[in-house]
């Protein structure tokens, strides 16, 4: 509560100040703030793209919390990293602020309806502010309507995020600047190779041997965004038998415990492997090389698609037309309830959630039909 009136208090104040066009080829220094959770942060990274390719000569931070930062790596050189340790901290987090403040950047941008953007960004001294600056608690901002709102700029009539896909919110926020759309910047990311040391570490710790693999992610932050575990092996199960693949189940290294079930079903199979991980960038790497990602819907998914993988992604309380990465390759399945979409936090059938009437069989059909599709385009551009 206290949260949401300083940003109230900070937003009638700066709104107060005067507009006028901003001199876009003048700003020299900028402030890109995504302090929310792994797959909004991933989503902001062809956005960051652009801010470059607009202002080439300008410094760029980009404000992140710690454990994302390393993915900056897949963006052009040159960007600043403000990294914040557990932003959720009041202390760390006006740590980074003093940071900020000291840079007095010409532009702060808010890429996302966070309270902690919104402080950030309106706290920040910048003369030009921009972005989603009347913040949420809500953990699903996306069933709700939140303006792109300027500071200091001439904004573009109406620009409002709301009920879309979660894709173009980073995109309103440049469009407020005037800077025309180009997503199929998205697709550059999929010539990104990770360093050869990276590679080594992988192949060193088994977890890739030369062999095609298909990448599982079986998790999610949301009780009620997660597959049920006996289904995810059962599909392990069948790329095993049909496809002929070796899979490799991704986590961060905080769920290993709950990767058990699947660690004993599959004891003793050397084709089935698990890397639970804190390292984004071995993640990544793991990813790349990769025949193709299935997944909850959930960070490494957006991860997945942002690097130009064949995706099966499996939805419940959100539906693909709002969370999925439909800028890429995929396939989305998803089985809507009355209830559909929801807040994902409370559930009214807990005991048969809407994600847990997904079958192994139809992911598999829809995995093996990405699977041909890739191997197909290969054949064709060989």
């Keep these: 509560m206290l949260v949401r009136v300083l940003v109230s208090f900070l937003r009638w104040r700066a709104l107060r100040a005067q507009k006028s066009q901003i001199f876009i080829a003048g700003v020299r220094s900028l402030v890109v703030i995504e302090l929310t959770r792994l797959g909004d942060f991933v989503n902001v990274l062809p956005a960051i793209r652009r801010f470059r390719q607009k202002f080439p000569g300008a410094t760029i931070h980009v404000v992140v919390d710690s454990p994302y930062a390393p993915l900056l790596n897949l963006c052009e050189p040159g960007i600043e990293i403000i990294r914040v340790t557990q932003s959720a901290s009041p202390f760390r987090f006006l740590m980074a602020l003093r940071v900020v403040r000291r840079l007095a950047p010409d532009l ?23 972005g989603y600056l009347n913040g949420t608690d809500s953990m699903t901002p996306f069933l709700e309507t939140s303006p792109v709102e300027s500071i200091g700029v001439r904004e573009g009539p109406g620009i409002v995020f709301g009920r879309e896909n979660i894709e173009g919110r980073a995109w309103k926020v440049l469009q407020s600047l005037g800077i025309r759309e180009q997503r199929e910047t998205a697709n550059t990311f999929g010539a990104w190779m990770p360093e050869e040391e990276v590679v080594d570490r992988i192949h060193e710790r088994g977890v890739v041997n030369g062999a095609p693999y298909i990448v599982v992610h079986p998790f999610s932050r949301w009780e009620y ?25 991704v986590c961060h290294a905080s769920e290993r415990a709950m990767l058990a079930p699947l660690m004993n079903r599959f004891r003793g199979v050397p084709r089935v492997r698990f890397f639970p991980s804190t390292d984004l960038i071995e993640t990544a790497a793991v990813l790349r090389g990769a025949v193709a990602f299935v997944g909850n819907d959930s960070g490494p998914l957006h991860l997945a698609a942002l690097l130009g993988l064949p995706i099966v992604g499996l939805f419940g309380p959100a539906s693909p037309a709002l969370a999925a990465p439909v800028s890429t390759q995929g396939a989305f399945v998803y089985r809507p309830v009355a209830c559909s979409p929801c807040d994902q936090i409370r559930c009214i059938r807990p005991d048969d959630p809407c994600i847990a009437l997904i079958t192994p069989d139809e ?5 093996q039909k990405e699977v041909s599709s890739r191997y197909l385009r290969g054949a064709a551009n060989a």
């Design 108 to 130: 702060a941008c808010s890429m996302s309806p966070a309270n902690r953007n919104a402080v950030m960004a309106l706290s920040s001294g910048a003369r030009f502010i921009v």
């Design 363 to 367: 992911v598999f059909a829809s995995l």
């Design 225 to 249: 965004r997660s597959w049920p575990i006996a289904s995810f092996g059962r599909l392990a199960e069948m790329i095993l038998e049909n496809l002929g693949h070796e899979v490799v189940f």
